[in-house]
């Protein structure tokens, strides 16, 4: 039986917990963005610097409306992820997990 790569199981792990970020936020309803709103933003911001950092460049920290929220979490969480596994970056995963963490604790 052959050994799983450490690294592909932590980013299957990851990827798993961005796909339930995203459809958690998709799901939520106008009132329960009130209390979660914060966290949807601050996750799209850690990814965002994480973006930029791996694309070597200083970004501003994108502002979207809050329909747009979970579009954006999805699409920049997905750039983040697909870089991260290219480059086998376990550091910058271990630093997407947990910002993922922290959002999917604050949005329960």
Known sequence: MPQSDPFQTKLAAVTDA????VARLTRLSPMA???RRA???EVLRALAAIS????GRDLPA???EVHVLPYAVAVVGRDVLDTTASASDLQTL???EAALRSALEATR
């Open 33 to 35: 963005w009130r209390s």
């Open 18 to 21: 961005h796909e339930r970020l």
């Open 52 to 55: 930029a950092r791996q694309q």
């Open 39 to 41: 966290a949807a933003e």
């Open 94 to 96: 271990q630093e997407v």
């Open 62 to 64: 994108p502002v979207v």
